[in-house]
């Protein structure tokens, strides 16, 4: 039996990358209808970043839910799959997510960089410490 409490955590990173998925094409389509912008006018990316301005910061972060998040991935499957029962890597994976939700919530809406910034180094000790109690395990098995 796996430990069943790291589901939710990732449970709710993916339901975050679908969300910032569907912010992201909502307000791009709105974007390119205002603008009257041909669809294949964004064939390449930087016509998208020249053209599409106002929907860059979703953009962006729809880019970033597949970096530092895949780590995440890989950590909460890697733990499922050596069956690691840890009440802190099930903290850290939930403070890892809340941060991604709150990064990803600057970058699309006021997008102060220190803030998002602030987050993401956040996040990213989050994850460096799952990783510990991972290698711990693995290490001391």
């Not at 979703?58 to 799959?81: C, G, R, V, W, Y």
């Not at 803030?115 to 989050?126: E, G, N, T």
Request: glycine share 2%.
């Amino acid at each position: 039996m796996f430990y069943q409490p790291l589901l939710i955590p990732l449970l709710l990173q993916v339901g975050l990358i679908f969300i910032v998925w569907l912010i992201m094409y909502a307000t791009r389509i709105t974007e390119m209808k205002r603008k009257g912008v041909d669809p294949q006018e964004l064939a390449n990316a930087e016509a998208k970043h020249e053209l599409l301005k106002d929907v860059a910061g979703a953009s962006d972060n729809f880019k970033n839910q597949f970096e530092m998040p895949m780590m995440f991935f890989i950590a909460i499957l890697t733990a499922l799959i050596l069956v690691i029962q840890s009440p802190l890597l099930n903290s850290l994976a939930m403070a890892f997510v809340l941060l991604r939700m709150v990064h990803s919530f600057v970058h699309i809406t006021y997008n102060k960089v220190m803030h998002r910034f602030m987050a993401y180094a956040l996040s990213s000790f989050a994850l460096i410490g799952m990783w510990l109690i991972i290698a711990d395990n693995i290490v001391n098995r």
